[in-house]
Structures are given as C-alpha cells and as structure tokens.
C-alpha cells in the first residue's frame, strides 16, 4: 500500500501536460506550445564550455554536500552585489534545481500539523510540498491586481503558523512586489516568530520600471527568519542542467546541509563549474534576453487584451500572463459544458492544438496559464487559435 502521504499528492500539472504533447507531436500534430516554464534560448556557448572543460579535468567525484566552495563563494558575491545580502559559505546549500532547495527549505521549517502561508495564485508545487512533510497548506488569495494582500495574510496567521512562501516575480500572475508590501510581511514574520522561504528564481526577468527586492536585506531581524532561494534554471537558461541554491542563518543552512547529505548529497560536480561560469560572466546574455521577452511580454499582452471577454493584469515579471476567461465557463462545444479552466485547456489543446495551463493549477480557477517563452510567430499563432476556440464555443 502506497504512504498516505505520497497518496495524498496531485501530480504537477505542468509536468504531466509535457508528456500529452510529447505524444501529440510524435503522431505528427502541430501543436503550439504556449505552455512551457522555461526560456526557448539555449543555453549559452560559455557555460557549455565550463561544462566541458570540467569534464575534461575530471571533475566527476563526490564534492561538498553544499556544494564547491567556489561556486558557494560566487553566490556569495552575487547575493552581496545584487541583494545587498551578506552570507559566507557555509550558509548556502547548492541543491539539484530551486524545487530541491525549496523542498529542504520547506522540510527544515515545517513540523508536522504546521501551516504554511501561500499566497494564490501561486506555484504548483508549494501546496505538495508542505504536504509532503506533513505540514498543512493554507492559501490566501491576492489581491486582484495580484498584489499580496497583507490583511487577508496577517488574518490566516494562526498560533500554527510556521513559515509564509513569498515568491517575487511570481509564477504564474508575474506580480512583483513591492518594497511596501514586503515591509509588512517581514514586520508580521518577526512579530509572529515566522520563516519566510523567499523564492527569487525570476528575480532577473523583470520588464519595465519595477524592481526586485529581497525580503532578507530588509533588516537584520527578518535576516535571521529567510530562506532565500535562487537558481541557474530560468536567467541563464539552465533548466536541465538542475542547480539551485538558498541561503539561509547559520543553524537552518546545517540542517539543510545535514538533510540533503542524506538524500542526493552534492548537486551534479561538473554543471557546479558551469554555474561558476554563468554568475561570473553570463550577465551580458541575461540582458539580451530580458529584452526580448520584454517584446514578447507586450505583443501577447495586447493580443490578450483584445480577446472579447477576456480580462488580464499587465504582468511585471518572469514569463507568463493569467488571463481571466472565466466568462466562456457554462459555454459548450457539441453537448460538452465547458465547466473550468481544466476543460477549457483540454478543449484549446484537443480540438485548436494549442497548450496552456489551466489556472486551477495554481489555484486560480478563472484563468489559463499563457507562457511567451516561445517566437512571436508562435505566440501570434498561438492567440489565434485561442480567439478562433472562444468564438467557436456556444450558448
Ligand atoms: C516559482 C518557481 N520556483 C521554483 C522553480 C523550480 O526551479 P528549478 O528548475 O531550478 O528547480 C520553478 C520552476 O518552474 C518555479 O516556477
């Protein structure tokens, strides 16, 4: 009989959608993907070459459960430059991707019965996570701008209350908080002896005027409760490569460490070389394709906006945009009812061969997800198969 635990988990839908157009594309069905949580950009040239050259020395054994100390320094650097946050090298863990270093973050702060504060819309795997480890997930919508709304969190903080997940740029609303709003998270997290796991791994893609701000660098009290939690994955388009990092007080990061060394030990040697590379010098690169998603970001935005009956927030960050479609719910196409946002994504990718996520994922039951981590040209053909499906759908 399989734990009551891992029974208790729902598979992530965004992993699961892979495999359903995987098969479709194999049968020869010419599927738009609007869908997928990672840049289309390769990875770049100089982080293959430290690959490689790693590779080439060898560099193949059991390292460090945290990680080489190289590249736990480089991190280091950048939480100084970029976050005016200041950890020395036995307070970062390297882990296999941010989804392992938020696992042991979650699992390090967590007793079991604990709740932990999601704010929603919010990232599939948060909920299954504190589940996993036995705590109890509590989700507190946003405001309708996607803001955080600081009320409703300071209201569900019980004397169960453990930790508070902040996630800024956030998947999938792409809200960026501001420095506000984060102020009073801290202040409620210091007053109420809470953790925040801070996951920061859309920190770089933010398209405007807004920036990002790290809730641990907001003073030395909220310091001592964060888990910052950062990658290689979505800036230096290193999905694969599966390196992630946090940075937390000294005691947290020896439990982390302590927990990890019994599960994967070290993240993979040779790819901690590579990572070395991309914080060094891979600048230049995110720049380059911070700007193009900028484009993508206001051409699909626009695309959206003129979809009849379709509401959607202007995202600030990270790569995708949650459309309100919630008024084609009760349509039909044949007899079939469209009910939520399950049935409409299985409609839109059944019938008009175009991927999205549906918003019930992430707990926003109105939207679909709508990633432009795709060519203009597939985002362009993407949106008009969704205006050719809405219209299509009856009363
Ligand atoms: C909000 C958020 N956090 C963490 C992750 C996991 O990142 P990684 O691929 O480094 O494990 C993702 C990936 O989609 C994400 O969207």
Not at 212 to 232: F, L
Not at 294 to 323: M, N, W
Not at 341 to 346: A, G, N, Y
Request: hydrophobic letters at 40%; one cysteine or more.
């Amino acid at each position: 009989m399989i734990s009551k635990i891992v029974g208790n988990i729902t598979p992530s839908a965004t992993c699961e959608l892979e495999g359903i157009i995987g098969s479709m594309k194999k049968d020869g069905i010419d599927v738009v993907a609007l869908n997928i949580g990672e840049p289309d950009f390769k990875t770049p040239e100089a982080i293959c070459t430290a690959c490689k050259k790693a590779l080439d020395e060898r560099k193949t054994t059991y390292v460090a459960t945290a990680g080489v100390p190289e590249l736990r320094q480089a991190i280091c650097h950048k939480l100084l430059c970029d976050n005016g946050l200041s950890y020395t090298t036995d307070q970062i863990c390297v882990s296999t991707g941010a989804k392992q270093a938020l696992f042991n973050a979650v699992m390090a702060v967590t007793n079991p019965g604990d709740e932990v504060i999601i704010p929603t819309p919010g990232w599939v795997s948060y909920v299954e996570m504190v589940k996993l480890v036995g705590g109890i997930p509590v989700c507190v919508p946003c405001r309708s701008d996607f803001q955080l709304d600081i009320e409703a969190i300071i209201a569900a903080v019980t004397d169960k209350t453990a930790a508070i997940i902040i996630n800024s740029p956030n998947n999938p609303t792409g809200a960026v908080y501001g420095l506000e709003s984060l102020k009073r998270v801290a202040e409620l997290a210091v007053e109420k002896d809470l953790y925040v796991i801070a996951d920061d791994i859309y920190e770089k893609l933010i398209y405007g005027e807004k920036q990002h701000y790290s809730i641990a660098a907001i003073s030395p009290e909220i310091y001592e409760r964060t888990i910052v939690i950062n990658g290689m994955s979505k800036a230096y388009r290193m999905t694969g490569w599966r390196i992630g990092y946090s940075a937390s007080p000294k005691s947290i990061a020896a439990g982390i460490n302590g927990m990890q060394g019994h599960m994967t030990s070290n993240s993979t040697t040779f790819v901690q070389w590579s990572a070395i590379e991309a914080l060094r010098n891979g600048e230049a690169e995110v720049k380059q394709m911070v700007e193009e998603f900028s484009k993508r970001r206001d051409y699909a935005y626009e695309r959206i906006l003129q979809l009849p009956h379709v509401q959607c927030t202007k995202p600030d960050g990270a790569f995708y945009l949650l459309p309100d479609l919630s008024w084609y719910y009760g349509k039909k196409v044949g007899d079939k009812v469209i009910r939520d946002s399950f049935d409409l994504s299985e409609y839109l990718l059944s019938e008009y061969h175009v991927a999205v996520i549906p918003g019930d994922a992430f707990m926003a039951p109105g939207t679909i997800r709508i990633a432009y981590t795709n060519s203009m040209a597939e985002i362009g053909r993407g949106i008009d198969r969704i205006a050719t499906a809405l219209a299509a759908l009856s009363d």
